[in-house]
Nanobody
């Protein structure tokens, strides 16, 4: 069992920045591929960013490329999402997810490929 706890959400003005954090339990965090998803009101949950178990590969949704950066610290069992130049369309609940069977280079972009999920953290961008 893997527990994921997100933090760092909040209210920010358009153009501002936030950094989300996800703390993961488990001694084998370095073997997990990680991802961030988000769900806006009335919309389906969507992929935002993913990172491979070795951090050698990342992937981003087109809507966040150039603005968001995913990273991980396998010593602290943490994964981060740095979000810059935020706009109202980024308002959503953001979820951290883990795939525990990943190969070294793989980044997963589909919800069904993730095994464990956090409870989410709310990000609200005011215009």
């Amino acid at each position: 069992q893997v527990e994921l706890v997100e933090s760092g959400g909040g209210l920010v003005q358009a153009g501002g920045s936030l950094r989300l954090s996800c703390a993961a339990s488990g001694r084998t965090f370095s073997n997990y591929a990680m991802g961030w998803f988000r769900q806006a009101p009335g919309k389906e949950r969507e992929f935002v960013a993913g990172i491979s178990k070795t951090a050698g590969t990342t992937s981003y949704a087109d809507s966040v490329k150039g603005r968001f950066t995913i990273s991980r610290d396998s010593v602290r069992n943490m994964v981060y999402l740095q979000m810059n130049i935020l706009n109202a369309e980024d308002t959503a609940v953001y979820y951290c997810a883990a795939n525990v069977t990943a190969r070294t280079w793989i980044v997963f972009t589909s919800q069904g490929e993730y095994d464990f999920w956090g409870q989410g953290t709310q990000v609200t961008v005011s215009s």
